[in-house]
C-alpha cells in the first residue's frame, strides 16, 4: 500500500530534550516536505526537500532540522525543543514540488 | 509572499443543504490549486485539484470547484452535503516555486 508513515504518533517531551520524528514514503517520491499545523493558522510548511541532499526551508524552519540522506527518508529534528513548538505536525510526499502531496498520519508533539 | 484565504473559519449546516467554501490566493502567475480535507483524527486527504483546462473541476465525494482566473478564486462546492462530510477543509496554492501554502482552513460541521 503506497503510504507516508511518521513515527512517533505522540510525544511528550520537556524543554531541551532533543528529539527526531521519522517520515518515511514508500513511493519513490522525489519531494518530501514537514509542515506544522495549528489551530487558526492553518498548515505552515517548516522544510522541503526536492531530491536526497536537496533541502530548503520553508515558512517557519526556526528551531527545526531536516536531512535528506535516503529518497524515502526524511526525519525532522528538534535540537533544543520548546512550548511553541507544541504542535501536530505533518509529512508529506509527492513526485514533484507542484504536484500533490500525499500526507502522513501526523505526530503530536507536546513539549512541556 | 504567496498568500491563501479562506474567509469562512466555520460553518454549519444542515444535511442536504447545498455548500460553497470561498478560497481567494494573492498570486499573478500560473498557480496548480488544491482542496484538501482533514477529516476528525484523521491526515489530510485530496479532494481535488486543478492545474490547467476546464476551470471546473469535479472530484472525490460528489464535490466541486472552480477556478475564476480573474478573480484569484477557487471556491469548493457541494450541492447536498452529508453528515459524512463534517471535516475541516483546507484550499492550498502551488506558485511554482515548490511550496504548497495552505488557507487557515474552514471547518465544517453537518447536523443530521
Known amino acids: 500500500e503506497a503510504q507516508v508513515t511518521q513515527n512517533p504518533r505522540y510525544l511528550i517531551t520537556v524543554t531541551g530534550k532533543k528529539l527526531t520524528v521519522t517520515c518515511s514514503q514508500n513511493?519513490?517520491?522525489?519531494?518530501m516536505s514537514w509542515y506544522r499545523q495549528d489551530p487558526g493558522l492553518g498548515l505552515r510548511q517548516i522544510y522541503y526537500?526536492?531530491?536526497?541532499?536537496?533541502?530548503d526551508k520553508g515558512d517557519v524552519p526556526e528551531g527545526y532540522k531536516v536531512s535528506r540522506k535516503e529518497k524515502r527518508n526524511f526525519p525532522l529534528i528538534l535540537e533544543s525543543p520548546s512550548p511553541n513548538q507544541t504542535s501536530l505536525y505533518f509529512c508529506?510526499?509527492?513526485?514533484?514540488?507542484?504536484?500533490?502531496?500525499?500526507f502522513g498520519p501526523g505526530t503530536r508533539l507536546t513539549v512541556l | 509572499a504567496q498568500s491563501v484565504s479562506q474567509h469562512n473559519h466555520h460553518v454549519i449546516l444542515s444535511e442536504a443543504a447545498s455548500l460553497e467554501l470561498g478560497c481567494n490566493y494573492s498570486?499573478?502567475?500560473?498557480?496548480?490549486l488544491f482542496w484538501y480535507v482533514q477529516y476528525p483524527g484523521q491526515h489530510l486527504q485530496l479532494l481535488l485539484k486543478y492545474f490547467s483546462g476546464d476551470p471546473l473541476v469535479k472530484g472525490i465525494k460528489g464535490f466541486e470547484a472552480e477556478f475564476i482566473k480573474s478573480k484569484f478564486s477557487f471556491n469548493l462546492r457541494k450541492p447536498s452535503v452529508q453528515w459524512s462530510d463534517t471535516a475541516e477543509y483546507f484550499c492550498a496554492v502551488n506558485t511554482g516555486f515548490q511550496k504548497l501554502v495552505f488557507g487557515t482552513g474552514t471547518r465544517l460541521l453537518v447536523s443530521p
Open positions: 498570486y499573478g502567475g500560473t498557480v496548480n
Open positions: 508529506a510526499s509527492s513526485l514533484s514540488g507542484d504536484n500533490e502531496q500525499f
Open positions: 526537500s526536492m531530491n536526497v541532499e536537496v533541502t
Open positions: 513511493m519513490n517520491h522525489e519531494y
